[in-house]
């Protein structure tokens, strides 16, 4: 969410923002429930302020018939206020969630990914002699995948990795987070089941509450029990990515200036429902509902030139992680019709799939400026004592499925086999993947 003064100050720039990120929104209407909601907490304070002043007013210690009797009006003209009150905020704040970041000046505006931007390509598309087969078809004649078995088990896109591809991914993570290690982030393994508040602050419910219909988020269905032995009212999720968890710990916290930035990498297994994907990619890895990843992530102080110099630190790891583990890829800046509501600046890394003859996501950075750390409450004390809300940015570093799918589709040879990247060859103690006898 936004500061409401700076949504006020702001509001054409916020209208175009809602307009070139597709998002509807009623800026008009959100200023006037909020001229609304300001007059209505003045007159309940004023109300209160006679109340506090009627009981006062005692005789012999005692208030006065006539101002119990005016300090139950009082009481009722508030109460009636209040329902007044409760209503317009719960549709004010049903607007505050929607209002989008205004996106960086440099942020391409499209109405969809068409319009993103291609900022560099790095490699060539690769030719083969022989016609290049799919992963999927690699996967099965060398037994590295079961989709039929997954789908038995789990259900529509599920799959077991099997044999040196379950080695496989376990070398890409363990891969990942050393690499982000070493550039100063700090590992971290946080939870995967969390409360709604980190899914919200983080931006994955679309609106203030979870909405099956439209956030691809998981709800644990089975109640937890308190410390007391009680069931636990609040309801559980799985995240999608540990981006939620990672940000969510410093979720109420304020931090000092000096301790700026603080760089995270976590891994975690991570679980999508892809409901908006209905019918996209059934077959293969391209679209599954779960998988592991390394994310990054950064809590900065809130400047704007800063924070874009740590986003393009944090896609420069990225970009290295693909040239080492030999994808073609090629980074794209997203557009305004692409980007999500509380984006201010965000980058997408493609990697070329020869066998599927296409360009796929494996990394995506994005800088949200603090609308994120407002809904968290993550703020910092800077050098003259005042307290900010600080900025966060967030990076895949490395995810499974898709990267797998690069990996044995661009290395793969005539006789049916597939070289291992020379980076993940010490994690799995071989060069190449064969066919077992």
Not at 79 to 92: C, G, H, P, R
Not at 248 to 261: C, R, V
Not at 300 to 324: F, P, R
Not at 370 to 394: H, P, S, T
Request: charged share 30%; proline share 5%.
């Amino acid at each position: 969410m936004l500061d409401i003064n700076f949504i006020r100050e702001n509001s054409e720039k916020i209208k175009e923002a809602a307009k070139n990120k597709n998002i509807d929104l009623d800026v008009d209407k959100l200023l006037s429930l909020d001229d609304e909601r300001r007059s209505i907490i003045l007159e309940i304070d004023i109300l209160r302020a006679k109340r506090n002043e009627l009981a006062s007013q005692t005789k012999d210690g005692k208030p006065t018939p006539e101002a119990i009797e005016e300090g139950k009006k009082l009481k009722i003209r508030i109460a009636e206020i209040e329902v007044k009150y409760n209503n317009i905020e719960k549709e004010y704040i049903g607007l505050m969630v929607k209002v989008p970041t205004i996106p960086s000046p440099d942020t391409p505006v499209a109405s969809d990914e068409s319009g993103n931007k291609e900022v560099f390509i790095s490699g060539d598309i690769p030719k083969f002699s022989f016609t290049p087969k799919t992963h999927i078809e690699l996967a099965e004649d060398l037994g590295l995948i079961d989709f039929d078995r997954g789908k038995k088990v789990a259900g529509f896109r599920g799959y077991y990795l099997k044999n040196d591809l379950s080695l496989m991914t376990l070398a890409m993570m363990n891969y990942a987070m050393n690499k982000m290690s070493e550039k100063g982030y700090n590992p971290m393994i946080p939870p995967t089941l969390v409360k709604g508040f980190a899914l919200f602050g983080s931006g994955y419910f679309k609106g203030l509450n979870y909405n099956p219909e439209i956030d691809e988020i998981y709800q644990v269905a089975t109640s937890d029990k308190e410390a007391t032995g009680e069931l636990s009212k609040e309801q559980k999720f799985l995240v999608g990515t540990a981006e939620p968890s990672l940000l969510a710990y410093f979720s109420g916290e304020t931090l000092k200036e000096e301790d700026l930035p603080i760089k995270i990498c976590g891994f975690s297994p991570c679980y999508r429902s892809e409901i908006g994907s209905y019918g996209k990619d059934t077959k293969g890895l391209f679209r599954v509902h779960e998988f592991f990843k390394v994310e990054q992530v950064v809590i900065s102080k809130a400047d704007i030139e800063e924070s874009n110099k740590l986003q393009d630190e944090m896609v420069k790891i990225s970009q290295e992680i693909h040239d080492e583990l030999g994808f073609t890829h090629h980074l794209l800046q997203i557009c305004t019709g692409d980007m999500s509501a509380g984006k201010y600046r965000a980058f997408d890394i493609e990697s070329w799939l020869p066998g599927m003859n296409r360009w796929a996501e494996t990394g995506s950075a994005s800088n949200f400026l603090d609308w994120q750390a407002r809904r968290l409450d993550i703020k910092y004390i800077d050098k003259d004592g005042n307290k900010k809300f600080a900025y966060l940015l967030n990076n895949t570093a490395l995810p499974s499925p898709r990267p797998l799918i690069a990996i044995l589709e661009n290395n793969q040879q005539e006789d049916g086999s597939v070289l291992i990247p020379k980076v993940l060859q010490k994690y799995i103690g071989k060069e190449r993947i064969v066919k077992k006898s």
